[in-house]
């Protein structure tokens, strides 16, 4: 298994995922209107990269959330929002299907991104991106990971809220039989952990013509512009934001039990019937396992206590199944 192999999630989204080729929904003015108006934003963002770094926290926030909406109109992308966003530091963690929930969740909740480090070269984006704060990460080296979970804490240490997706890599969204098989990977969970800071998972799914879909799906092998040209074609595109309750780890949780928390907010199993045996009324059950507590008058849910936790404030990745790794617009491993 090589560093990169370990570094990077995999998924198992092909082409196959994706809706099958139709004929674009909106007339090629209106495409080409579209295309125009989405350069006109990318402009826009090269000017408002210049000015970010001068402008107070609240006023950064408030442009980049008026940016990223201001694009996803110019797409043609209909945003909805349930839930009430955090209004002050948080970790937020999201699942991660397109390109387009980096807009999708700025335009909900501005925050530092974490992406990688290629995204600092790209035109116009890398220097908005750098402008915003992002944290970029190197996935070449994997040993820069207990370094990168330092500059999320510190981040959230200085009153900033970051935005990352732990499943590490797109999938389609909605096949069950190809998300990322490890799921929400905990490593920044722990920058959460060390900084005192709440964890927000915000589930975001989309929906074409009202029904759900995977058009906006960014799987495999595809260029960003054959993607970018699905959506500028399609009619009526939906992306859902719904921002769940804030976790909040007491000090020394569990980061992997953070992450399954999390997840599970995002991507709630189905109801079952099977009784859980009432555990011991302590911090650490007889397993010695921590515990997750949400009590029935709060709607909020604690992790209490840790039992086993590196004492590196960041945990070098596991290696990855096997499958169809995504572009990975955003990584966290």
């Known amino acids: 298994m090589t560093a990169e192999g370990l570094w990077r999630p995999a998924s198992g989204c092909g082409p196959d995922c994706l809706p099958p080729p139709a004929a674009p929904d909106v007339s090629w003015a209106r495409r080409t209107g579209r295309l125009l108006g989405v350069l006109g934003m990318l402009l826009a963002g090269a000017g408002l990269a210049a000015v970010l770094p001068l402008l107070p926290a609240a006023d950064r926030r408030a442009a980049l959330r008026r940016w990223a909406r201001g694009t996803l109109r110019a797409l043609g992308v209909r945003l909805t929002v349930r839930g009430r966003p955090p209004r002050r530091r948080a970790l937020l963690v ?112 989309y929906r074409y013509a009202g029904d759900p879909s995977t058009l906006p799906a960014f799987l495999g092998e595809e260029t960003l512009w054959a993607s970018v040209r699905r959506v500028l074609a399609a009619r009526d595109l939906t992306v859902a934001v719904t921002v769940t309750a804030a976790l909040h780890p007491a000090d020394g949780a569990d980061r992997r039990l953070l992450a399954r928390a999390a997840e599970s907010a995002v991507h709630p199993a189905p109801p079952t019937r099977t009784r859980v045996a009432r555990p011991e009324p302590a911090f650490g059950g007889p397993t010695g396992y921590p515990l997750l507590s949400a009590p029935r008058s709060r709607s909020l849910i604690d992790v209490v206590s840790r039992a086993d936790v590196s004492s590196s404030p960041g945990v070098v990745p596991s290696p990855s199944p096997s499958g169809v790794a995504g572009p990975d617009l955003d990584l966290v491993a």
Do not use: Q, Y
């Open 94 to 205: 999201a699942n991660h299907v397109s390109w387009l929930d980096i807009l999708a969740v700025l335009a909900v909740a501005p925050a530092r991104m974490l992406a990688k480090r290629e995204v600092r070269s790209w035109p116009v984006v890398g220097a908005l991106a750098a402008a915003a704060g992002t944290v970029f990460v190197d996935r070449s080296r994997p040993r820069e990971l207990p370094a990168t979970v330092d500059r999320v804490a510190g981040a959230l240490r200085a009153g900033h809220p970051v935005a990352v997706f732990p499943e590490g890599t797109t999938w389609c969204g909605a096949a069950t039989d190809c998300r990322p098989a490890r799921g929400f990977r905990p490593a920044m969970f722990e920058a959460a952990v060390v900084a005192g800071a709440p964890v927000v998972p915000l589930g975001l799914a």
